[in-house]
């Protein structure tokens, strides 16, 4: 009988099998992945069945293979079909986008069929071609284990590929026409994986996507973790190595706030569709109070050697012709402005006095306590403070950090030197006080050759280098000279000799990672800065005076006196403001990080913090070139 019983199960399990699983004979080339997609299923289908398989697998090894569980129903999918064309002359004061909006379609539509307009503008009594379409509905199948997943609350791209194990291209590709950000709802095709095998996003956790290129190398580099540390954190690490986009899990105390990329500017005019009047708060420290407006000398006087008082005032300059110009553009700004005297106390009273509930955001306060002040007052409501030239102390969600820190300066340096394909000889030259960023920059180019500065006879930093320091150290070619200090007499002293052994056969190139008050002071030569091309990151550029920029001219109208960088700032930063806002709903959906605008000399391009708020990572190289300052292009 027990016979009987055990043939019975053993012919049950084999009925089983037979309805449920086949085989599959493994071919050249073939892998997990490849054979999980051909049948539909998972490899961790494949692997629960074939536990050996995680081994390694070979040519002619027998795999079973489940059943899918996919239902691989054909997705419809809309294609527009161009059927005919229409003739339109344009009006006056017609835009690309009122033209779209008439006719119903896009502006890239409007600009595929009438190719001239990609580099010339639209002008009254011209006639373009609109496309009329029609639309077909495609279905089209899926060829990959899929299933539909509807996107939670606060989740971004990388936190749903993170959760089904893929990258962030990998889900991009399963989801075409994904929109840079997820909407709380949105279905999008993800791994048909079970739900036991879904990763979840540790708060007590950081986490970066990788970029392309990136390897153990640079990683550690730039986030300070050995390969050992990531894969201890991501077990997959062991098995799939780096894949771009993939996500990985780092200690919380990684700094994973600074990511360089190169994006294409983006031209935010030309897609306005938010024209609702946008309120504005300008929150600077005036302190009008101290100003004596009875008499005109004792005014001009305060405005002379009050710095916050001059500061402020230029900058406010410069943000109302943006707001005149933005009005030209069909952007109509409610502007409040608010004089923060520079004391919390004051700052107290405003926000009291005052309800910010409606304001679309804020700009200011200046200085770093009082922006923390009305930043942490205002988040309850969601309220953008932006900080216009302070590095924030906290940066909560809703604050937007316009000036990129110290660290995202010295890698785009750094980035900028090792992107250089030319042949190059590396020198690194240091005081005592930066021997951990010679260290650094010693890593990075291991064939460079690193020289501190001198001590004295009591063993006390001497801040200088003999001749006989710098006697065979150039070679002929191109050679780059870090100098990393902030000591103005070991800068002049460096500079100067160096200088004069730069020669047409040795060609010597200065650079830095922090150009500070050093490189600035009355020692300094700006001819050898010039005759050294000096190369430095920088936070804007320097607009040439007399270029023919609409800003520069209508200040000059209105004051009589060209901008400086403040009234500059002012403009840049509040013209890049009230465009994002009329290009979306709120400054924080018009904040992506591959929207990167610019300006008369400032550029701007957000990311978000993972727990906080927005940061610009928009850097600029300049360099010295006949005793003016240019960006610098590779």
Request: hydrophobic share 35%; proline share 4%.
């Amino acid at each position: 009988m027990k016979k009987i019983i055990i043939i019975l199960v053993f012919l049950c399990s084999s009925y089983a099998i037979a309805q449920n699983y086949k085989t599959h004979t493994v071919q050249k080339g073939e892998t997990i992945e490849s054979i999980a997609k051909m049948y539909l299923v998972t490899p961790f289908d494949i692997y629960a069945l074939n536990p050996d398989a995680k081994k390694s697998i070979g040519v002619n090894t027998v795999l079973i293979i489940p059943t899918s569980r996919v239902k691989n129903e054909p997705i419809p999918k809309d294609v527009k079909e161009v059927v005919s064309f229409k003739t339109h002359k344009v009006r006056r004061k017609e835009t690309l986008f009122s033209i779209s909006q008439k006719y119903g379609i896009e502006i890239e539509d409007i600009k595929k069929h009438n190719e001239r307009l990609y580099a010339e503008n639209l002008k009254k009594g011209d006639r373009i071609k609109i496309p009329k379409y029609k639309t077909i509905v495609n279905k089209v199948s899926l060829n990959n284990t899929v299933k539909k997943y509807k996107v939670l609350p606060k989740e971004g791209k990388w936190r749903v590929a993170y959760k089904f194990g893929i990258t962030v291209p990998e889900l991009e590709a399963l989801n075409p026409n994904l929109d840079e950000v997820l909407q709380p709802g949105q279905e999008v095709n993800v791994p048909n994986i079970s739900n036991n095998e879904e990763k979840t996003v540790e708060e007590e956790f950081n986490y970066y996507t990788v970029l392309k290129s990136e390897g153990y190398m640079a990683l550690n580099r730039k986030l300070g973790v050995t390969q050992e540390e990531l894969e201890a954190l991501n077990p997959d690490l062991k098995e799939d190595g780096l894949k771009l986009g993939m996500v990985l899990r780092l200690p919380q105390n990684v700094k994973t706030d600074y990511v360089i990329k190169d994006i294409d500017n983006t031209n935010l005019s030309t897609n306005l569709t938010n024209l609702s009047e946008k309120k504005i708060a300008l929150m600077l420290p005036y302190r009008t109070h101290q100003v004596d407006v009875d008499s005109v000398q004792e005014a001009k006087k305060k405005i002379r050697t009050d710095r916050l008082l001059s500061v402020s005032l230029d900058f406010h300059a410069g943000a109302l012709i943006a707001i005149d110009s933005a009005k030209q553009l069909g952007i109509s700004t409610y502007l409040k402005v608010f004089d923060t005297r520079n004391q919390l106390t004051e700052l107290s009273n405003i926000l009291d006095a005052n309800d910010f509930s409606d304001y679309d955001a804020v700009i200011g306060p200046l200085m770093p306590k009082n922006l923390e002040r009305v930043a942490a007052e205002l988040k309850k409501d969601n309220i953008p403070v932006v900080s216009p030239y302070s590095m924030p102390v906290n940066l909560y969600s809703n604050v937007f950090q316009t000036i990129p820190s110290a660290e995202l300066l010295e890698e785009t340096m750094i980035e900028f030197v090792q992107s250089d394909s030319l042949p190059k000889h590396v020198l690194i030259i240091a005081d005592s006080k930066h021997k951990a960023i010679s260290d650094k920059l010693k890593g990075l180019f291991p064939e460079s050759k690193q020289i501190l500065s001198r001590k004295n006879k009591k063993g006390e930093e001497a801040y200088f280098i003999y001749q006989t320091d710098l006697e065979n150290v150039f070679q002929n070619g191109r050679n780059i000279v870090f100098l990393e200090t902030d000591n103005e007499g070991f800068a002049s002293n460096v500079i100067s000799m160096i200088n004069g052994l730069n020669s047409d056969e040795q060609e010597i190139v200065l650079m830095t990672t922090n150009k500070n008050r050093a490189f600035e002071g009355r020692e300094i030569s700006n001819y050898h800065l010039s005759n050294l091309k000096f190369h430095y990151p920088s936070v804007h550029k320097t607009a040439v005076a007399d270029t023919d920029n609409g800003f520069i001219r209508a200040y000059r109208r209105a004051y009589n006196v060209s901008p400086n960088r403040y009234a500059v700032r002012g403009f840049d930063l509040t013209m890049d403001l009230l465009l994002r806002l009329a290009s979306e709903d709120n400054l924080y959906k018009a904040s992506s990080d591959i929207v990167e605008t610019e300006y008369v000399e400032n550029k701007f391009r957000y990311a978000k913090k993972l727990f906080g708020g927005y940061y610009n990572e928009a850097v600029y190289i300049v360099k010295y070139d006949n005793l003016t300052i240019v960006e610098a292009k590779q």
